[in-house]
């Protein structure tokens, strides 16, 4: 485990004669902590971040690239003669930059994490996992699919359905469309708004309307070559902006990993009727799928559904799981492509990991940009060494950069704190007090991160 590092996240160190170049795509928290994992590697790859944060350059070269202009993409890895592509966000997987990589002879023969476009459609299409999961018998919240054609049917519907009731966009809506409404008249009004008004644009020119599952949330990752897989670190994540978990719905707010709940037997309850009936149906159905898959479950009464998929790691899950973690990311990617995960074993800290996310001032709704990030505890490292003899810190940008020579705010979910320690109070401790030595205008973050597993 990393100890917290005496830098001002603006240190660019110069890239490395190596034989492994990597790109990783996307600018947040997210992928700054797979440059992270990848920057421990043995082989000590050359990483480049596009488009990156300001955190990402103490470990690489960011680069001024769109992850969904594939041309750019293209010319920067034939240029720069990249070995392997890793696509953190969704967005340019359900576009098809898998299949771009896999049709372009001069790319073929550099190695891409993910599906499929087809394959990505279990991220990309609500109504197409949901019947993916009937397909297959995967246990999952009971359902239908309206269209604009079937809005007056749509309507019945709702008023006949047990309230609460859960309102999806079907195509990708940045995590927001996802609406429970908790009587008739809300669902009613929010099915309109998404049908007829088209609050979330094409994403929701089609609602999934689904049955309210009451339980406990968490996420299990799998590595995968379309064959065999491998199980990741699971987590459990928070994604109300306030505590206690109230008020609007956010990209995530914090996660806590190892889930105290996640035990050994409720776990193969998760592999038997989830994960092995999911990589069955992607063989059957013969989807080309060499990536993560980020099955979002519920636990109901001590057995798990299948809220959604994602084709992709979670964000903030990926601060904490990528911590416990304790092989060399490379490995896997490899073997994901050469179809070798029956190959590996995974192995994982037993240490409580926790990350906890501070936000702009009016997030998940109205914020401004551009404050300057003031990181305290650079100047008075004396002051946290008690904390960090008890356990590993590190601080993920999620949305900064770099401004004259300082951090500057970027978005909501500006930077987390991920710590990891033999408890998870301590964990707490240590990322609270590293927190309370961060400063930006209008910073926000939850104090109740993992509180629930504390006794």
Not at 53 to 77: I, M, Q
Not at 115 to 144: D, N
């Amino acid at each position: 485990m990393e100890r917290l590092r005496k830098t001002n996240f603006l240190t660019c160190r110069f890239l490395k004669q190596t034989d492994l170049k990597i790109l990783i795509l996307g600018s947040g928290g997210r992928e700054h902590a797979i440059t992270w994992k990848l920057s421990q590697s043995s082989e000590d790859p050359a990483l480049y971040i596009a488009p990156g944060n300001a955190g990402t350059l103490e470990l690489g070269e960011n680069v001024d690239l769109d992850p969904n202009d594939f041309k750019a993409v293209k010319e920067f890895c034939l240029k720069k003669q990249i070995d392997m592509v890793i696509a953190g966000p969704e967005e340019p997987l359900v576009k098809g930059i898998y299949d771009f990589f896999k049709n372009d002879s001069s790319l073929q023969h550099i190695i891409i994490t993910g599906p499929s476009a087809h394959g990505a459609q279990l991220e990309g299409s609500k109504a197409f996992a949901k019947s993916f999961m009937k397909r297959h018998h995967i246990p999952t919240a009971a359902y239908r699919e309206f269209d604009v054609t079937k809005y007056e049917e749509g309507l019945e519907y709702i008023s006949r359905h047990p309230m609460p009731v859960v309102l999806k966009a079907d195509g990708l809506a940045a995590g927001k469309g996802v609406v429970i409404c908790e009587n008739a008249e809300d669902a009613r009004r929010e099915f309109s708004a998404m049908l007829k008004d088209e609050k979330f644009g094409q994403a929701g020119k089609k609602v999934v309307i689904e049955q309210f599952l009451k339980g406990i949330e968490l996420s299990v990752f799998v590595a995968t070559d379309g064959r065999h897989y491998v199980l990741l670190p699971e987590a459990k994540d928070y994604k109300k902006i306030g505590e206690g978990d109230t008020g609007l719905n956010t990209g995530g707010m914090g996660a806590v990993s190892p889930v105290p709940f996640a035990t050994n037997h409720f776990m193969q309850k998760v592999v038997s009727r989830i994960i092995e009936p999911t990589i069955d149906g992607l063989q059957k159905e013969e989807i080309d799928y060499r990536g993560f898959i980020f099955f979002g479950l519920i636990n109901v009464d001590e057995d798990p559904y299948v809220i959604e998929y994602n084709c992709r790691l979670g964000d903030p899950e990926t601060e904490v799981i990528l911590l416990r973690l304790e092989n060399d990311l490379i490995d896997i990617i490899r073997a994901m492509h050469n179809g070798t995960m029956d190959k590996v074993q995974t192995e994982f800290s037993q240490n409580n990991v926790v990350t906890v996310m501070a936000v702009s001032g009016g997030y998940p709704q109205k914020y401004q940009k551009g404050f300057p990030v003031e990181f305290r505890y650079l100047k008075n490292p004396e002051e946290i060494k008690h904390l960090t003899k008890k356990g590993g810190v590190i601080v993920f940008h999620a949305a900064t950069k770099p401004d004259k020579g300082k951090v500057v705010t970027n978005g909501g979910r500006v930077l987390t704190v991920s710590a990891s320690s033999t408890s998870l109070p301590e964990s707490l401790e240590i990322a609270e007090e590293i927190l309370r030595q961060i400063h930006f205008e209008g910073m926000y973050y939850r104090g109740d991160i993992g509180n629930e597993f504390v006794k």
